[in-house]
């Protein structure tokens, strides 16, 4: 049978405290996934960052803004809460702050806490966190451990309904990072300042390429100490989810990197981690090819591929990349060992994506859907349908597919910098209770 599951970012749910976090409605997410014979709800990534999910602060530390109010009620940390206004986009602000305060002044340390600030990258964020704002490191580690207790909290809820979740792990930290702070050897830096930044060369859709505001690793450096930055760092990821997305696979193989201050069309590419790194990485037991899925989209060489095959990663697949509607077929419906969405987290929803077709187009659609077997007069439900009926092991739909939105409900559009980003998020589950039941 099909595996199935639902994108849904964390900030994407239902709140009474402007943003989704770690509570009441995550459960009742769950709930309703188990219900359903969800297996997987995969995230966008929890890491600490400046509210872009992709730009992390730390690879250890979790973003604050997820810690619930509800469950600081129901352990006694704070007396009572007000709530807010819901609302169907994400509030980024300070309101939870006080709150978190209150709880730290109740809280009592005991031994998982006092387990838990062993972690050398927990106290590297605390310190970086100390040198930017005027808070006391023992609030920074007050604070990562509320996250991280919700958290797995959380998940052992969701692992006892049979649900799986799919973690997410950026490419690269921000410049301004814990990372970057604490491990300056493991990126390319000359006498302290940064020489180059990641990015993507020119192409037919960005002739000065991309600049993604981001260091690059020193891959020598890294091989030094036998990829212990990178190996530590999927460790601790595969402690909080059940499978891994990895980000930017191609990187692993080849990176593209600018000088920094120049554009793409100076950039080139330097060879990754590769082969040397997934060799010292799969000596952990802990680590199993199966949990690992790479994002290998866009224009990826042969021996990106090769890499990938190597190993037997499953990688990621777009049907709306893939759909040849001149022709009436899908490209890429080969292979087994594949995670499939209709679109992820940066592509259009798939009615957004139907209402730009001509005429023509949407007719072809429908016939693709008819020899597929997929009948439902709704083309969102249809396309639902063709996902589940693949050959790709995994299917999973974003939750404004499910729900059939436009591209008004779109979650990014890279290369943007707008408040539309990372800021869609679901009023209740009402609708989508019911929604849901189509994704069979």
């Not at 007719?363 to 693949?390: H, P, S, T, W």
């Not at 299917?395 to 979650?411: F, K, P």
């Amino acid at each position: 049978m099909k595996e199935k599951g639902v994108l849904l970012p964390i900030f994407s749910l239902p709140s009474k405290y402007g943003i989704g976090d770690f509570g009441n409605e995550a459960y009742e997410f769950i709930d309703i996934l188990s219900e359903n014979n969800i297996k997987y709800w995969q995230i966008l990534p929890i890491n600490a960052c400046n509210r872009l999910p992709y730009s992390p602060l730390s690879y250890y530390a979790l973003e604050e803004d997820y810690i619930s109010i509800d469950k600081l009620l129901e352990h006694g940390l704070i007396k009572e809460a007000e709530t807010r206004e819901v609302k169907d986009r994400v509030v980024y602000d300070d309101y939870k702050e006080k709150y978190y305060r209150e709880a730290f002044t109740r809280f009592r340390k005991n031994e998982e806490y006092e387990e838990f600030i062993k972690c050398t990258e927990i106290n590297e964020y605390a310190e970086y966190v100390c040198d930017i704002k005027s808070v006391s490191k023992e609030y920074c580690l007050f604070l990562q451990y509320i996250l991280y207790r919700q958290w797995r909290e959380l998940k052992e809820y969701a692992n006892s309904k049979g649900v799986q979740i799919i973690g997410d792990m950026p490419a690269y930290p921000v410049f301004d990072s814990a990372e970057t702070k604490f491990h300056p050897d493991c990126f390319e830096m000359e006498n302290g300042e940064f020489t180059y930044e990641a990015g993507t060369p020119p192409d037919y859709f960005n002739k000065n390429g991309q600049r993604w505001g981001n260091p690059v690793y020193n891959v020598e450096n890294i091989k030094k100490d036998n990829y212990k930055y990178l190996v530590n760092r999927y460790k601790y990821c595969m402690k909080l989810f059940d499978k891994v997305r990895v980000d930017y696979f191609r990187g692993y193989d080849s990176f593209f990197k600018i000088p920094v201050g120049k554009g793409g069309e100076e950039g080139c590419y330097s060879d990754g981690v590769s082969y040397g790194f997934f060799e010292e990485l799969f000596k952990d037991e802990s680590i199993k090819v199966e949990n690992l899925i790479v994002e290998d989209l866009g224009d990826i060489r042969e021996e990106t591929v090769a890499l990938r095959e190597h190993y037997g990663f499953t990688r990621q697949k777009i049907l709306l990349f893939t759909i040849d509607l001149n022709n009436l077929f899908d490209r890429d419906n080969v292979s087994e060992n594949v995670l499939m969405f209709p679109g992820n987290h940066d592509c259009q929803t798939i009615y957004g994506w139907y209402k730009t077709l001509s005429d023509e187009h949407k007719e072809n659609l429908k016939e693709f859907l008819r020899r597929n077997e997929c009948y439902d007069l709704n083309v969102n439900i249809g396309i639902m349908q063709y996902c589940a009926k693949c050959k790709a092991k995994i299917a999973i739909i974003t939750a404004q597919d499910i729900l059939g939105l436009d591209d008004s409900a779109r979650m990014n559009v890279p290369g943007t910098e707008t408040p539309e980003n990372w800021s869609w998020k679901l009023t209740d589950f009402n609708v989508f209770r019911e929604c849901i039941k189509d994704f069979k």
